[in-house]
Every structure is written in C-alpha cells, then in structure tokens.
C-alpha cells in the first residue's frame, strides 16, 4: 500500500516550489509550499507535517537557522535539505541539527520521492515503536518483594505449557497483568489476548458474549455477533471473576472446555476453537462449591495450576518500586512533569493498608501527582491523598449537615466539598475538575445548581 504524506516545502523560487508540489501530489502526497523560513516556521507551529523539505539559501533566515528554530520549538518533523550550493560543512551542520538527508539540486523526481518515502516511513516506524513501549509500559508487572518473585517464577514455569491456570488474589491486586503475562511468555504470544469480566455482564447476555449470535436469533440480534472464544481462537482467553458466573453458563462452559467447540446462538452446528482459557477470581471457589453456587465439575476444569497474588499489604516492599513507576507512566500519559518522594512521603505509603491494593496505589499517586506543586512530594500532599484521609475528614464534618432532608444534606456536602476544593486549587478551574474527578463543563454546570458564584467568591478570597 503506498505511503501518503503531508509535506511541508519551503523555497525562496516560485518554479520549485510549484514543480515540487505537482511531483508530490502527483505520487498522491498533500504539499503545502511557502516561500520563506518565517512563514514555515508559523506553519510548523500551527499544524504537525509528516515531513519538511526545505532549501538552504533563502533572503533573510535561510534553512540551517530555520533547522534550529524548528528544534528549539519542539517540532519534531523529519528534515530534508536541498541546496545548488552545498557544501560538506554545511551537511555536517544540518545533520547534527536533526536533519534526516541533504540533496543536492537538481535533484531528480524519482530521487526525492524515495528519499521522501524512506524518511516517513522511517519516522512512522520510530512512532509506532514508541506507542507499543507505551502500550507495553501499561501492561508492565513492577517488583521488588520475595513474594512476587515466587509468583513471577510460577508463571515462567506454566507458561509454556497449554495448562489451564487459576489466578487467584483480592480485587487490585493485578490479576488481569499475570494473565497477560502468561499470554506473553506462551506459544500463542502471536495470537489475541481476550478477556472478559464475568461479574460486569448480565446473565441473559453471557452466551451471547461468550459464544457470539448469529443474525435474527433473538430480538435485538441486528447482525451477526462474535463470541469471545471465537475472537481468542488460536490465542488466551481471560475469564476474569468467574466465581460470578451464573450457574446454568457455567454447564455450558464446562461442555466447550471438554469438547473444545462452540455454537453461536441461533446456529446450525458446533464448530472446533482453539483457545487456552485462564480464568481468576477473588472469591473463594472451594466454598462456593460447597453451597453450591459453583459447579465442582467445572472447578476441577479450571483449576488446575493455582497462582496466588498476596495483597501489596503483604509486599511492602513493592509499594516504592510501583509509586515510582506509576509517577513515570502518568507524567508521560499526561504530559506533566515527572515528581521524587521524600523519604517521608514513601514511609507514608507503606505505612497504610492499601485494601484496593495496586489498583488504589494507582489512583493515589494520580491524585499525589495533581495535589503536589513542588518536584518532590512530600509526606503531607500523600496524607491529603490518601483515601482514608477524606473518609475521616467526611466523618468529622458530617455534624454540620445533620439537617433537613437527605437531599438537602447532601446538597449541602457537595457545595462545602467544591468551595473547598476551589480554594484549595486557587480557583483554578481545570485543576479543581480534576481533583474531582469531573468534566471541566460539568464542574461548571454543578456550580451553577448549587447556587456557587464563581465571581464573588474570587473576589471576596
């Protein structure tokens, strides 16, 4: 499939740059031409190009200072130079400076445009390579205690092998990861990884989801519908709380991981999927099993190799090494300034209990990196983040809003709770939404019914 483009080309000659923008747009790139490095530098500010081609000699700035100029603003296009009057120091200059090549005029079409072709396509590649070790970092297991070592050690040994494996842990403690991991570390590594969470989908749609509808075979069934067995064929299947799983579709479950085959609904015949199924829960299925609300047979299916997450209450050791990591993946998901923890900030971290476990340390940290203004966090911004902190603090005020009806008090806890808010975050607005967790137009709008005058309160503070 060829490769299309966005090409910015800057010439002080009217003749080039027409004759350049016709090859280019010929070969089915978009060219956008200016002709002086001013102008191409409001260009690059105002829109992201997948490549800029510049001459060298232009009146006034000519293309080595735009070079530098488009460096010291961040744009991070690939540069092509070309010059009748090139020189080996002037190469030098604009290689070091960032550029990917440096033609000489006159360069022929076929040159340019392959010259063209290898640099985009090389930047493409740089970017997706860039996105997968982002994508990859979400999905990252961080580590430091014994505990997480024998687990890690457990997956490498079962890995390898079509064995069906149990994970088993509290909510956050980060089942879904050692899921992937395992998927990672298999011969299906190639293949999809598939989960579905068995707690979150009603159980009229459970074999819909599972094994996918054919057209017409039910009202609502507009078109035909894949099932999560058939989307993970030749890959991993992730049943996630499958202690949740309503009864009569855990005997049919049960039926495809003897037969290995499905059948939608609505279809004529069964046909043979090739899926290893790892399932998890945080319930205890052996008790489940004795009231009867799980299926022994299927627990014997499933449960064949256990992996057991210990809560980070018990790997402390972890909390650092993931605080840490989690403060990396935000700033760089969101664009903000990485932050440090004192030694006392970190001390407050291990120090509490963390019943959602990584999941809750996550979100700690996200409110930590908005709560704190200088580059190292210190012990107070963690306690003010700390979710057992706002409980007490709600706890201790709830006197103040003993009055009227329930919808009277709680009106009157949310307008205390967003002037305070709005005082802690100076009034900033887009800070103050998301301390909130809420939709910059939505804080608005809240403010509004609960009668807050966003102008007289700045004035009178």
Known sequence: ?????????IDDDANTLASLARAFRLAGHEATVCDNAARALELAKAERFDLI?????????????????????????????MS?????????????????????????TEKLLLTVENAVRLTRLEEENRDLKRRLGRHQIVWASPAMREVMAQVEHVAASETRVCIRGETGTGKELIARTLHEKSPRHGGPFISLNCAAIPAELMESELFGHEKGSFTGAAARH???FEQAHRGTLFLDEIGDMPLAMQAKLL??????????????SPFAV??????????NLEEQVKQGSFREDLYHRVFVFPIVLPPLRERREDIRVLAEHFVRQLAEQNHWKPKSFSPEALETLERYSWPGNVRELRNVIERVMLFATGDVVEAATVVRALPQVAASAAGSSAAEYANGTLAQRVESFERETLLAELKRNRHHMTNTAKAL???????????QQLGIDLRSIRQTE
């Open 1 to 9: 499939m060829p490769l299309k483009a966005h090409i910015l080309i």
């Open 53 to 81: 081609l510049s001459d060298v000699v232009m009146p006034g700035r000519d293309g080595i200072a735009l070079l530098e100029d488009l460096k010291n603003i961040g744009v991070a296009s690939p540069a092509v130079m």
């Open 84 to 108: 009748g009057q090139a020189t080996i120091e002037m190469a030098v200059k604009a290689t070091r400076l960032g550029a990917v090549d440096f033609l000489e005029k006159p360069i022929s």
């Open 226 to 228: 894949i099932g999560k």
């Open 255 to 268: 039926r495809v991981l003897e037969e290995g085959e499905i059948e939608r609904v609505g279809g004529g």
């Open 274 to 283: 090739d899926v290893r199924v790892v399932v998890a829960t945080h319930r």
């Open 437 to 447: 967790g809420l939709e910059r137009s939505h804080l608005y709008k809240k403010c």
